[in-house]
């Protein structure tokens, strides 16, 4: 009989009991949780794509009550009435209205409410023109993620499974290890690829279809 393929519903675990720490994230978990003793009350959460930036400041959302927005959605208008809780902006390397960042920094200092700032580089690498938002930002702390080491990547490729609601057995995320690019971003990728393989041939997730797709 011909294997049946669904596409599921990709779930997305994001609780922190669904955050794992390791060497290469521990500074910046650490730092996040320092809230409220940010220096100056605002903090920059920098990482490459698909660190778990999103994940990290989510959880500080939660617990801080903040209000959580994408930093191309901002707009100097808004940032009077978002001052008026802790905010995360994400994204804020890129796309961001200078003069919407400079009024939501001067607010939140002066409602002495928390601000979170995610990356992809340290602000100080940011590209802004205006000069007074350049000096504010250089001054920001960033909590840096580094790139995974072998047990953050292990158990990014099981969530990511996971969130597809697939079970593998840890030897596949063994033969996968060495065989990959050692990137979030990476791990993202292989998952999506290896996803759609079995679908597609309606065979299950194992090694051997792993070693065929990384042949290819």
Do not use: Y
Request: with cysteine; aromatic share 4%.
């Amino acid at each position: 009989m011909a294997q049946l393929s669904i596409d599921l519903p990709r779930l997305d675990a994001r609780g922190r009991e669904d955050f794992m720490v390791s060497t290469s994230n521990a500074q910046a978990v650490a730092l996040v949780d320092a809230w409220p003793d940010w220096p100056g009350g605002r903090l920059a959460l920098v990482g490459p794509e698909g660190s778990g930036k999103s994940h990290l400041a989510g959880i500080w959302a939660a617990e801080a009550d903040a209000t959580r927005l994408r930093a191309a959605d901002l707009t100097a208008r808004d940032a009077p009435a978002l001052a008026h809780r802790p905010v995360v902006l994400e994204d804020a390397d890129r796309g961001v209205d200078e003069e919407a960042l400079f009024h939501l920094w001067n607010a939140c200092a002066g409602q002495e409410h928390g601000l979170l700032l995610t990356g992809r580089r340290p602000p100080s690498d940011w590209p802004v023109r205006l000069p007074d938002l350049k000096s504010r930002l250089a001054s920001l702390t960033p909590a840096v993620i580094d790139d995974p080491d072998d047990t953050l990547l292990s158990v990014l490729l099981l969530k990511l499974f996971a969130d597809r609601q697939l079970q593998v057995k840890p030897a596949l995320i063994g033969f996968l290890l060495p065989r990959m690019e050692r990137s979030f971003a990476a791990a993202r990728a292989l998952v999506d690829r290896l996803d759609a393989a079995s679908l597609e041939r309606g065979v299950a997730l194992n090694q051997a279809l792993a070693r065929d797709l990384l042949d290819r």
